[in-house]
C-alpha cells in the first residue's frame, strides 16, 4: 500500500486555543525529506491565499505532489471554525475525505514544526504514544534537484521500504509489550541496521545530509486495533515516559527512541487509524 500525507507548504505555530500563524514556508529540505520517505504528498491550498513551494509546477506534473484547493467564503468565515488559519483548517478538510474515502492508500496527516495545528471544527481528542525518532532519518541537503532524490528512492526503494517496515514494527512492539525494556528486543537492532544502510547509501550518493527527527502519534483508541482493552494500562505505564538511545553517527550525533503517553488532538476520521499524526524537523546540523 502507498504510503500517502496530507500536509501544509508552510511551518504552523498555535499561539493560544485558537489562532495559528504561519512562521515561514517548508524549506527546500522539508520537501526533500517528503519526496525521499513518501509516496503520495498532498498539499492543499485554499482562495485566500497560495503558498507555493520549490520546484510547485514540475512536482505537480510527476503526480507525487498534489494540490487540492479549498474555497472559504470570507476570511471571517474561517474564525467561526475555531481557527485563523485557513491552511489548517483546508489540510483538516481534505485529511477527513481522503482517510474516509481512499482506501488505497496510507493516510496520515503531517505538518513540519513544533506542534500539531487541526482545525478545531475537524478534530477529536485521543489517548496516544507519543513515539520520537530523534535524529534518524538522513535527508539529502538542499543542493540536490528533486529528481535526483526521486532516482535515489528508486533505485533504494528496498532499503526505504525495509526501514518503513521496521519503524512500523517498532511501533507494534511498543504497544504490544509496554516493558519499557526496548534494549534487549529484536527489532532495536533491526531498526538501527535499517538506519545504519540508508545512512550509508545516502553518503555515497549525496555530498551532505541532514538528519530528521519523525514523531509519531499512536492511536489507543482505535477500535479495530486489537489494543482497546489494553489501551488504559499502556498509557498508565508510558505516562513518565523513557528515552533509549539507538546508535550514533559520524558526527557524534546521538540517536534517540523516546516514548512517552501524550493526549493529542488530530482530524475525527484517524479514530480507526494505528498513526494519528506525523511531526518532523529537521537537525540543524549538516553531515558530510
Request: aromatic fraction near 6%.
Amino acid at each position: 500500500m502507498n504510503r500517502g500525507i496530507i500536509t501544509n507548504p508552510a511551518i504552523m505555530d498555535r499561539n493560544d486555543s485558537q489562532s495559528v500563524s504561519i512562521s515561514g514556508s517548508i524549506s527546500i529540505n522539508d520537501l526533500n525529506y517528503y519526496l525521499l520517505y513518501w509516496d503520495k504528498i498532498v498539499m492543499p491550498t485554499n482562495n485566500i491565499f497560495h503558498v507555493g513551494v520549490h520546484n510547485e509546477e514540475e512536482l505537480l506534473k510527476t503526480k507525487i505532489l498534489e494540490r487540492p484547493r479549498i474555497a472559504f467564503s470570507s476570511w471571517s468565515t474561517n474564525t467561526q471554525n475555531g481557527s485563523y488559519d485557513p491552511f489548517v483548517i483546508a489540510q483538516s478538510i481534505v485529511a477527513n475525505e481522503l482517510i474516509s474515502t481512499d482506501k488505497t492508500t496510507d493516510w496520515t496527516i503531517h505538518q513540519i514544526g513544533d506542534g500539531i495545528a487541526i482545525g478545531d471544527k475537524q478534530k477529536k481528542e485521543f489517548n496516544s504514544l507519543k513515539v520520537e525518532l530523534l535524529k534518524c532519518l538522513p535527508v539529502p541537503n538542499d543542493n540536490i534537484n528533486f529528481q535526483e532524490i526521486l532516482d535515489f528512492k528508486d533505485k533504494r526503494k528496498d532499503e526505504l521500504l525495509e526501514l518503513h517496515s521496521k519503524i512500523d514494527e517498532l511501533y507494534l512492539e511498543i504497544l504490544s509489550s509496554p516493558d519499557k525494556d526496548l534494549k534487549a528486543k529484536k527489532i532495536i537492532n533491526e531498526l538501527k541496521n535499517s538506519i545504519d544502510k540508508i545512512d550509508t547509501v545516502s553518503k555515497e550518493r549525496f555530498k551532505s545530509i541532514i538528519k530528521y527527527n519523525l514523531t509519531t502519534e499512536l492511536n489507543l483508541n482505535g477500535k479495530d486495533l486489537g489494543i482497546a482493552i489494553a489501551s488504559g494500562a499502556i498509557f498508565d505505564n508510558y505516562t513518565s515516559g523513557f528515552s533509549l538511545p539507538i546508535g550514533t553517527v559520524v558526527s557524534g550525533l546521538l540517536s534517540l527512541i523516546k516514548v512517552k503517553a501524550n493526549r493529542t488532538a488530530s482530524v475525527e476520521k484517524a479514530e480507526n487509524k494505528l498513526k494519528l499524526s506525523y511531526l518532523a524537523n529537521a537537525n540543524r546540523k549538516k553531515i558530510i
